[in-house]
């Protein structure tokens, strides 16, 4: 995270904030404009670009669109703007393989020797420690020389093939990183036969209603409403990567309200299958850390799982309260951090 500079003063204020909440809770106000005091004093403060979606069981009950979709143009932002959601696409890329295995096409125990068998320690790494971070092939982000604009999958696949060794045994640690996602995608292309971002878009997208996200693979067209990123140095950075799998998702708050919404329901994935998303991962030693499929865990709350997306200025946050149906969202392309206290407070409101 960047931006040290607006922490502390983000903190107090919260602190202030939330403590007056739980105090003197302002019943002459609706919740809509209790959030937007609070969400509005914190963008004021740390000068937030994006858009902040909140909803519960009822729907959404605030939604608000903050700076500029393109700053060195002055394009305002708009709830439509699409932003790239880096590594918060990794509970979407989870999903896609956990509708592969509902409807059969593969178990989550199976090997990568029967998808990728020329990938490093193919007879050994299961499909669920590729999910779970747990397979132990490094971060390509920490052993590739070079990230040219247009980078794409083939040019990732390539260079995880010639990994010499793991950082661990499969199953014994975890290690966060988007090597086994970048696998997990070229897997489910492979079993739907097709091209991934088509697979998604008919499986999920289209019967959804998300119409404003697009898998950012070579293939991809522009992006509409896209947001441009300012990164920590200030810069100007328009994301040009076309890897899919660690990330590859532009989306809208809105869509990924709907997508929210599509989980409830069981229509496209068996809930028993979610709940092993939703759960902690079991390592060999019997331990267990806190991460599913694509989803970070909580072991106080074990109903609240959320994950973050960082890169090149574009910094996203997603909180869902699975018992509750709550549901907080933060998009930002300025590299605003989704302060734990603003959520804290947020989900007091509600």
Sequence with gaps: ??????????????????????QNPPEQLTTEQQLDTLIQ???????????????????????KAFGYQYAAQEIPMQLNTAFYLASLSKHI???????????????????????????????????????????GIPD?????????????NTDVLAAIRGVDSLLFEPGTQFSYGNSGYTL?????????????????????????????????????DSVANRAVAVNARGETDNYQFRTVGGGGVFSTAEDLYRWDRALYGGDYIRPEMLQSAYSPVQLSDGSSHPYGF??????????????????????????????????IIMLSNNQREAPELLVKAIHEVL
């Design 1 to 22: 995270m960047t931006d040290q500079l607006y922490r502390p003063i983000a903190f107090l204020l919260l602190i202030s904030l939330l403590a007056s909440c739980n």
């Design 41 to 63: 004093q914190y963008v004021d403060t740390s000068g937030f670009s994006g858009n902040i979606l909140v909803a519960d069981s009822s729907g959404v009950v605030y939604a």
């Design 93 to 135: 890329h989870a999903m896609g393989i956990l509708y592969l295995a509902d409807q059969g096409k593969l178990s989550l125990d199976d090997t990568l020797r029967q998808y990728l068998p020329d990938m490093p320690a193919a007879d050994q790494i299961t499909i669920r420690q590729l999910l779970t971070h747990t397979h």
């Design 140 to 152: 390509y982000y920490n052993f590739m020389e070079s990230f040219p604009p247009g980078l794409t």
């Design 184 to 220: 997990l995608t070229t897997i489910a292309a492979q079993l739907s036969e097709q091209r991934y971002a088509d697979f998604m878009q008919q499986a999920f997208f289209d019967p959804i209603g998300m119409s404003h996200t697009v898998i950012f693979d070579e293939l991809a």
């Design 294 to 327: 694509g989803w970070f865990t909580n072991a106080e709350n074990p109903n609240f799982i959320h994950h973050t997306g960082e890169l090149n200025g574009f910094c996203n946050y997603i909180g869902r309260w699975l018992d509750e149906q709550k549901l």
